[in-house]
């Protein structure tokens, strides 16, 4: 039987240039869509799918993340004195159980593998989660309780794809597809980080959500530079799969690059429509400003 997975790891230490100058200031994982910080529709995917430990790898001017996942004793003491009780509960529902969030810091930016291997101490010896900050999924069973399914049948190590026009397969992470195993899942043959053109084993690309067994921390200590100079989190990845199975399972729903400007427009966009207090006001606006 598996292991049960309890912790999640989610690298934000990440400088979020594509954003300047918002984010000189600012983390990007803390830019909001629609009244909700990005990072927070990450926590709350994996607090949905039963993550009970939530595992921040920060870097420099991130402080305001752990603040954001603190009680903020001056706002909430000026809400009660106000009885905005509807703003109170507000606040207490994204509010993690004490003792539920760590924070370590990745101090340098050497890769996504890196910033695992950072946490490798709070993780322990057991399976993990890693969700990428930059990737907001959208969908009626959030893209981790969906991998968490497939986990229980499959045990192992499980890794989100979605599917690219063949086209532009260069541009992603890619898997090789194997044997299915019931609906949802495929074992994973190969993996490749933006093969040649034409050279792709298929178009299903790696979509920034994780299973992991701990024996990848083995490999991340090698800290062996990969792509772009930096410590690749798929080539230790594909160093544990001459030992452990691979599995994917292709994602049901929508994802939002928000670490991109037209992904992060999208998905205040699709976010936005969603809210019934605010669809029918937000699709009026929208009809306007497209003339």
Known sequence: MSKP???????????????????????????????????QYIVDEASAAGIEHFIFVTGRNKA???????????LEATLKSRNKTAE????????????????TRQQLPLGLG??????????GNEP????LPDMIMKAETGCLAQMMQVYAETG??????????PALAHQYGIVGVGETRGADAFAITSMVEKPPKGTAPSNRFISGRYILQPEIFDHLSRHEKGAGGEIQLTDAMIR????????GTRFKGETYDCGSKIGFLAANVAFGLDRPELNADFRKEIARLLG
Not at 65 to 74: L, R, S, V
Not at 156 to 165: K, L, R, T
Request: proline residues 7%.
């Open 5 to 39: 997975i309890r912790k999640a790891v989610f690298p934000v230490a990440g400088l979020g240039t594509r954003f300047l100058p918002a984010t000189k200031a600012v983390p990007k994982e803390m830019l909001t869509v629609v009244d909700r910080p990005v990072i």
């Open 64 to 74: 305001v993340i752990e603040d954001h996942f603190d009680i903020a004793y001056e």
């Open 88 to 103: 109170l509960e507000l606040l207490s529902r994204y509010q993690p159980p004490a003792g539920q969030t760590s924070f």
């Open 114 to 123: 890196h910033a695992v291997w950072c946490a490798r101490d709070i993780v």
């Open 128 to 131: 993990f989660a890693v969700l």
């Open 156 to 165: 192992g190590n499980v890794i989100a794809v979605e599917e690219c026009d």
């Open 240 to 247: 544990l799969m001459a030992d452990q199975p691979f599995w």
